[in-house]
């Protein structure tokens, strides 16, 4: 079994708190003998367009095999203006190809993976952000089982607040792991079914 988690943080270094909860959930992923790899945007080279290649110099290509290849993907994304990044909806420009291939009657080359979705934030904006995320998982065949999101909103998180990763990983584990542990059952059950 393996997941893939796109990790849409617009920080190329220094801590973040998206990595930091998408970190965290790997491992519960990895408790369940899940294989999870973690791709790291904003260091790839993802060129804009609406095409699964846009050519010379563009990493999006080999990051669509991984996804091609995995049984789970999920989305993390922090909330600015109350949406997601602009990494995570390149991701989405990126697969409209997939979906234009429905259009015309193929079937989903995303069917019967199973989708989830991380969100970090400090204030509202993550229920419309889900909405928007689970309105694109249905549209390209991507399932996405209930209880399958796992959202941190907390003003520690806000932009210029600085807490440590091991502030973050204690309220992570505190307050988030019962959610995290039934996010992963989750996507596991539905993994299993197709």
């Known amino acids: 079994m393996k997941a893939i988690i796109l990790l849409g943080t617009l920080k190329?270094?220094?801590?973040?708190?998206?990595?930091?909860?998408?970190?965290?959930?790997?491992?519960?992923?990895?408790?369940?003998?899940?294989?999870?790899?973690?791709?790291?945007?904003?260091?790839?080279?993802?060129?804009?367009?609406?095409?699964?290649?846009?050519?010379?110099?563009?990493?999006?290509?080999?990051?669509?095999?991984?996804?091609?290849?995995?049984?789970?993907?999920?989305?993390?994304?922090?909330?600015?203006?109350?949406?997601?990044?602009?990494?995570?909806?390149?991701?989405?420009?990126?697969?409209?190809?997939?979906h234009d291939e429905i259009m015309k009657g193929q079937q989903s080359r995303l069917e019967g993976k199973v989708g989830g979705i991380v969100i970090t934030g400090d204030s509202d904006g993550a229920q419309h952000v889900i909405a928007n995320l689970s309105n694109f998982y249905n549209a390209i065949g991507l399932a996405l089982p209930p209880y399958a999101t796992l959202s941190v909103l907390w003003e520690k998180q806000a932009k210029g607040k600085k807490p440590t990763r091991e502030e973050l990983m204690e309220k992570?584990?505190?307050?988030?792991?019962?959610?995290?542990?039934?996010?992963?059952?989750?996507?596991?059950?539905?993994?299993?079914?197709?």
């Open 12 to 98: 190329k270094e220094g801590l973040s708190n998206t990595e930091t909860l998408s970190e965290f959930l790997a491992e519960h992923l990895r408790k369940q003998d899940v294989e999870c790899s973690i791709i790291k945007l904003a260091e790839h080279h993802i060129l804009p367009g609406t095409y699964s290649d846009m050519g010379e110099g563009d990493d999006w290509p080999d990051i669509l095999r991984q996804l091609l290849h995995a049984d789970i993907i999920i989305m993390a994304t922090p909330i600015w203006w109350n949406n997601q990044s602009s990494e995570i909806q390149r991701v989405i420009e990126r697969l409209d190809e997939l």
């Open 172 to 194: 992570y584990e505190k307050d988030y792991a019962s959610t995290a542990t039934t996010m992963v059952k989750q996507m596991l059950r539905y993994t299993a079914s197709k």
